[in-house]
């Protein structure tokens, strides 16, 4: 059984920082693509970052590049997602997501990931 458990979410003040992770299991962590998605209420789920199964290539939604990182450890089976300079509308609950390296597409639809987590709720105050 898959399972992809998001940690690191909170409540932080405008410029703050913060460290999200995803834990994997039951799957070969190293032939998936991960990718972080968010979605504020009223909005549509949209991609923040993916980073590819070998990990030699990222993607980042325009709006944060700069100012998070996406990291991934395959011998852990991690994901990170390392948030700096956050803004309110940076607010919403982020979700990690697999999906396999063969699956055909862009990266940064959620249509090709077959596995999520459950979410972690960021808020950030003005």
């Known amino acids: 059984q898959v399972q992809l458990v998001e940690s690191g979410g909170g409540l932080v003040q405008a410029g703050g920082s913060l460290r999200l992770s995803c834990a994997a299991s039951?799957?070969?962590?190293?032939?998936?693509?991960m990718g972080w998605f968010r979605q504020a209420p009223g909005k549509e789920r949209e991609i923040v970052a993916a980073?590819?199964?070998?990990?030699?290539?990222?993607y980042y939604k325009d709006s944060v590049k700069g100012r998070f990182t996406i990291s991934r450890d395959n011998a852990k089976s991690t994901v990170s997602l390392q948030m700096n300079s956050l803004k309110p509308e940076d607010t919403a609950v982020y979700y990690c997501?697999?999906?396999?390296?063969?699956?055909?597409?862009?990266?940064?639809?959620?249509?090709?990931?077959?596995?999520w987590g459950q979410g972690t709720q960021v808020t950030v105050s003005s």
């Open positions: 039951g799957l070969t962590f190293s032939s998936y693509t």
């Open positions: 997501a697999a999906r396999y390296k063969s699956t055909s597409g862009s990266v940064t639809s959620d249509r090709g990931y077959g596995y």
């Open positions: 980073i590819r199964w070998s990990g030699g290539i990222t």
